[in-house]
T-cell receptor, first 113, second 114 residues
Framework: DGGITQSPKYLFRKEGQNVTLSCEQN?????MYWYRQDPGQGLRLIYY???????QKGDIAEGYSVSREKKESFPLTVTSAQKNPTAFYLCASRTDRGAGPQHFGDGTRLSIL | AQSVSQHNHHVILSEAASLELGCNYS??????LFWYVQYPGQHLQLLLKYFSGDPLVKGIKGFEAEFIKSKFSFNLRKPSVQWSDTAEYFC????????????FGGGTRLMVKP
């Protein structure tokens, strides 16, 4: 079955540490997205990528970095510069051919130790 | 930039009650509209979408939504809820000036009492 796989499901970060969240899709989608979900704030866009080797900042990119070396992979690094990283992180993808909904992964919950 | 408002943050209903969740957006141009649902412990799933045509859109599990352009609204409805509808519901908007980016509302957490 095609879908989006996020790993790990739960992740802990120590102060001053960078951590990387994985997102892989086998839907052959062009565009991929990273969102942060906080209670009462819905989903806020961190970064998105419309094609390989290209990505743009979303609304809350500070303290995060991404790469898009392969079409199927869009890892997100939460750097030590992100002062409030505790959240639920969702990866999504979408075909770029015409309008269409985004498909979401199961998410990664990141907590601070 | 567009914004999306969901005015009800928490809704508690008894089974068989009718449901209406509000969604308003701020963009004046052409929009694509979506409702997503997140059941406990599961990923976000598309409930229904509006691109064009009939403003009354029917989705899965008996849900429907009506696009009222003059009110910038896309409210979600269901005539009779079930306990299994307990979930968090997100409205999302894709504006024609935003490429394929979605702007999400803050979500509404629905609890249906058996």
């Amino acid at each position: 079955d095609g879908g989006i796989t996020q790993s790990p499901k739960y992740l802990f970060r120590k102060e001053g540490q960078n951590v990387t969240l994985s997102c892989e899709q086998n839907l052959n989608h062009d565009a991929m997205y990273w969102y942060r979900q906080d209670p009462g704030q819905g989903l806020r866009l961190i970064y998105y990528s419309q094609i390989v080797n290209d990505f743009q900042k979303g609304d809350i990119a500070e303290g995060y970095s991404v790469s898009r070396e392969k079409k199927e992979s869009f890892p997100l690094t939460v750097t030590s510069a992100q002062k409030n990283p505790t959240a639920f992180y969702l990866c999504a993808s979408r075909t770029d051919r015409g309008a269409g909904p985004q498909h979401f992964g199961d998410g990664t919950r990141l907590s601070i130790l | 930039a567009q914004s999306v408002s969901q005015h009800n943050h928490h809704v508690i209903l008894s089974e068989a009650a009718s449901l209406e969740l509000g969604c308003n957006y701020s963009y004046g141009g052409t929009v694509n509209l979506f409702w997503y649902v997140q059941y406990p412990g599961q990923h976000l799933q598309l409930l229904l979408k509006y691109f064009s045509g009939d403003p009354l859109v029917k989705g899965i599990k008996g849900f429907e939504a009506e696009f009222i352009k003059s009110k910038f609204s896309f409210n979600l409805r269901k005539p009779s809820v079930q306990w299994s509808d307990t979930a968090e519901y997100f409205c999302a908007v894709n504006a024609d000036n935003a490429g394929n980016m979605l702007t999400f509302g803050g979500g509404t957490r629905l609890m249906v009492k058996p």
